[in-house]
Structure formats: C-alpha cells, structure tokens
C-alpha cells in the first residue's frame, strides 16, 4: 500500500511523463523512483523538536542565538506557505537557524540538508524529528531530480520548507553562485499564497572556520563523522554569537516555473537579499582590513573606511566604528590563532582562515579581499 505522498509524487505529471517515456510504465524507473522517495522520506515531530536543545546544549551552549526582523517570518508564516533560503556558512546552521524560528513560536520548516549528515544518531534525529530530508548534491541522475523536485512540491502543500540555495557550505568563506533545482520544485508546488523569505546567518567565529579554509574549495566529500571530529577538536574555547536575519518577503506570483529564465533571475533576487542581510561583524572586518603586519592605528582607519564603503552599499551593520571593530574582532581573531597582536602592530598567523572571513564582505565590497592581504 503507497503512502499519500508517494501517491502524490506518482500522480505528477512530470514523474508520469517520464515512466511514460521508459516502456510501459517503466517498472524498472518506477522502482528506481519509489527507492528514491523512501530515501527521501521525513517525519517531523514538534514535541520532540523542541526537546532537542537539550541533547546538543553542549554545542548550542557555545553559540548565542540572535534573530533579527523575525516578525517578518512569523507575518509570512500567518498568511500561507513560506520557503525560507538562506545562506550556508556551517553545520550548526541546521541547529542555529531552526532553532531560531522555535525561539520565537514561528513553526518549524521541513529542512533541505546534504546526505552526508544521515547517518549516525545525528541522521536519525534528522529524520525522525526534525523533518529535514537528504540531498544527493551535484547528481545529474534524472530519476532522482524529478523526485526530488516532485516531493519537495508535495511536501510544500502541507509544511514551509528551509533550504540553502549555495547547495554546501561556503568553503571560501564568501556567498557562493545559487542553484536553482530547489527554487524550481518550490515554484511547481503551486501553492496559492507561498512567498519566499530571504534568510541570512553571520558568526563571529565560524565552528569549522579552520577546516573549511584549510580545503579552499570542495573537492570531496568527507565522512560526517570525520567532519565531525574535527569540529570537535576546534570546538575548545569556542564561543560565537549567531545572527538570523530575516528580510522581506520576495512573492512568486506570476513567475513561471517552466522558463528557465524567469526562475534565474528569481534566484538571483533571492541571492541578492541574502547577501544584503548577512550581519557585518567585528571579525569579518577587521580581517578585510588586516595587511601582513600592521599598526593598531592604521588597522582602525582601514576598518573605517571600509565600514564608509558597507554603510554606501545598505549593509546590514553590526559594527559602527573602526575603535569598535577591533575593540570587539581583535581578540577573538587572537585566541582563534588567526592574527597577534604585539606591542600595537597586528601580524597575520593564519592567511587562509584570515582570507576566509574577509571574503565574508567581498560580495559588498568593490576590490576582492584577496588583493588586501
């Protein structure tokens, strides 16, 4: 006996469209399709969602959650269905960013995660009570991008939906270009009053910064429980606040799923809100300003001038000064091992995570962090 949602996804015309097209009803494509949706398959309990504090305190004690404009989600989610797209900086978004919306009594997204975090007991909790579902990322199987995109359209009749349009995490540090597979399954939900709700996170330290700027760029993917290793071993001494900004709701009224163009340019909107809302933090600044060996003087006018240049270009600021900056960046960086500070002169420690933050600013700035330093 099928499930609703399997029925469902069956039923589409695009999944019928292409059993048609493999012989028969394609028993062989069906299968492939069903083993796909029991892959994909997700239940989200409430009750327990919120009792998930308290076994990851350990890593949520660390991080202070900062929700910003959060009466924007809680008027979207009053007036329909709500796609939430967000920028992706670390694992812990997929406990920060959901936890937010639960701080604030909003209800919780069905999240869109990477495969590679389903296993383990952290894959059950994933499951089995958060509601999120795996992504198989940079497939070019089509069995499996129809059923994603068919059940994604399923599930948005009856849940919101959260997901990072990046795909990964940020391995250089700044706003990477946007796939649109997902935006494109949100639109052929068809759902009658669905907005999509730009959505941006900002440390001040980032929990893997070391790991992820020390690959530059993703080539493979590692075992989570490897991953997870070595958060753990840069997790001593870890402190961070996190700030979830969210902006205005963007509608898709009138948007038309099946012109690629149209779900381009939609994307692009969304990516562009995103990265006007990223909170500009101490850290990120003053890694934008640092050079190889500076004084603390000429750090701070630095900071201040590109603070002029992010206030110019409507950045979201949580810095107001180049005094404050590095009154509240420098020594975070200091304990983090990325820069020292010595008898009033800054030295870089470690290029490639101090990169990793500056590139943080680099969609709001004119000149790459990479020429700075």
Request: aromatic residues 6%; without cysteine; glycine residues 8%.
């Amino acid at each position: 006996m099928l499930d609703e949602i399997t029925q469902a996804v069956l039923a589409r015309e695009e999944v019928s469209r292409y059993l048609g097209s493999h012989g028969e009803g394609g028993p062989a494509a069906r299968e492939r399709i069903q083993g796909y949706l029991e892959e994909l398959r997700t239940t989200q309990r409430y009750s327990l969602y919120r009792a998930l504090k308290h076994p990851l305190y350990p890593i949520l004690r660390k991080i202070e959650r900062l929700g910003e404009h959060v009466e924007i989600a809680k008027a979207a989610t009053r007036a329909g269905r709500v796609v939430y797209a967000s920028n992706h900086r670390s694992h812990t978004d997929y406990l920060v960013e959901p936890l937010v919306l639960d701080d604030n009594g909003i209800r919780p997204p069905i999240i869109a995660a990477g495969i590679n975090l389903f296993g383990g007991p952290l894959g059950l909790l994933h499951r089995h009570v958060t509601g999120a579902i795996p992504i198989r990322r940079n497939t070019r199987d089509q069995a499996y991008l129809i059923t994603l995109k068919a059940y994604v359209a399923e599930l948005l009749q009856k849940h919101d939906f959260f997901f990072y349009p990046e795909g990964g995490r940020s391995y250089s540090g700044g706003l990477k270009a946007a796939k649109t597979g997902l935006v494109h399954a949100a639109l052929h939900a068809r759902h009658p009053h669905m907005v999509i709700v730009p959505t941006a996170i900002a440390y001040d330290l980032v929990l893997e910064d070391h790991v992820l700027a020390r690959q530059g760029v993703k080539r493979t993917q590692k075992a989570f429980s490897r991953e997870l290793a070595e958060m753990i071993r840069y997790a001593v001494g870890y402190r961070s606040r996190a700030f979830v900004t969210f902006g205005k709701a963007i509608s898709v009224d009138g948007i038309d799923a099946e012109s690629r163009r149209e779900v381009l340019d939609l994307t692009h909107s969304v990516m562009a809100a995103v990265g006007r809302l990223v909170k500009v933090l101490p850290t990120a600044v003053v890694a934008s300003a640092m050079r190889p060996s500076i004084t603390r003087r000429d750090l701070q006018d630095r900071a201040d001038a590109i603070l002029d240049t992010l206030r110019a270009a409507g950045a979201n600021m949580g810095v107001a000064s180049g005094r404050e900056a590095l009154d509240l960046g420098v020594e975070p960086l200091e304990a983090r091992g990325i820069i020292a500070m010595e008898r009033g002169r800054a030295r870089v420690r470690d290029r490639n995570v101090l990169r990793y933050y500056a590139r943080t600013l680099d969609h709001l700035l004119a000149s790459p962090s990479d020429r700075t330093h």
